[in-house]
T-cell receptor, first 114, second 113 residues
């Protein structure tokens, strides 16, 4: 049973527009969330994270929003650039409770068209 | 520069042969991990190690073995018991349970024919 779900396998966006990648989770013990970006044949790189005590974290063009009551988080990329085309993985971990090992979603492939 | 190195990038093996994937880090990280990525499956944890000479099974450990004799090194052996070994393998490291992010290697693509 997937505890972290990325229900959209792919997303296509025009350059300059907003990209919104969604992630849902089922485990209420999760209290820290991370986004990773991965190019083909490379390892993922850390992008941005958010603790459950916050509902928003921003880093340049990237903003992550957390809705704890809905067990939902989203990554916003504004403005989107062709270099943002990659697979984005959502991950969640339970720092305070159970295992600190993050659980990953299946990823969303983002394509940004020039 | 500090980083995590996986070698080789591409590996081909015949069915029934064991193969060992290398992972070395010079980040002075305590913890190291092995993940497997299959199309549409995301990242699945194979094994992890928090300290030298100790490691734990992840979600899909069957058919794999690891060792952690040195802090810098965490090799993964894919044995002949692994039913579907062809995959992209990723090694990662972190400072341990208080660190919030992993540093990943660039991966090894294993193809078993």
């Amino acid at each position: 049973d997937q505890q972290v779900k990325q229900n959209s396998p792919s997303l296509s966006v025009q350059e300059g527009r907003i990209s919104i990648l969604n992630c849902d989770y089922t485990n209420s013990m999760f209290d820290y969330f991370l986004w990773y970006k991965k190019y083909p044949a490379e390892g993922p790189t850390f992008l941005i994270s958010i603790s459950s005590i916050k509902d928003k974290n921003e880093d340049g063009r990237f903003t992550v929003f957390l809705n704890k009551s809905a067990k939902h988080l989203s990554l916003h990329i504004v403005p989107s650039q062709p270099g943002d085309s990659a697979v984005y993985f959502c991950a969640a971990r339970a720092i305070s409770g159970g295992s600190y090992i993050p659980t990953f979603g299946r990823g969303t492939s983002l394509i940004v068209h020039p | 520069d500090g980083g995590i190195t996986q070698s080789p990038k591409y590996l081909f093996r015949k069915e029934g042969q064991n193969v060992t994937l290398s992972c070395e880090q010079n980040l002075n990280h305590d913890a190291m991990y092995w993940y497997r990525q299959d199309p549409g499956q995301g990242l699945r944890l194979i094994y992890y190690s928090q300290i030298v000479n100790d490691f734990q099974k992840g979600d899909i450990a069957e058919g794999y073995s690891v060792s952690r004799e040195k802090k810098e090194s965490f090799p993964l052996t894919v044995t002949s018991a692994q039913k579907n070994p062809t995959a992209f393998y990723l090694c990662a490291s972190s400072h341990g349970d208080l660190d919030y992010g992993y540093t990943f290697g660039s991966g090894t693509r294993l193809t078993v024919v």
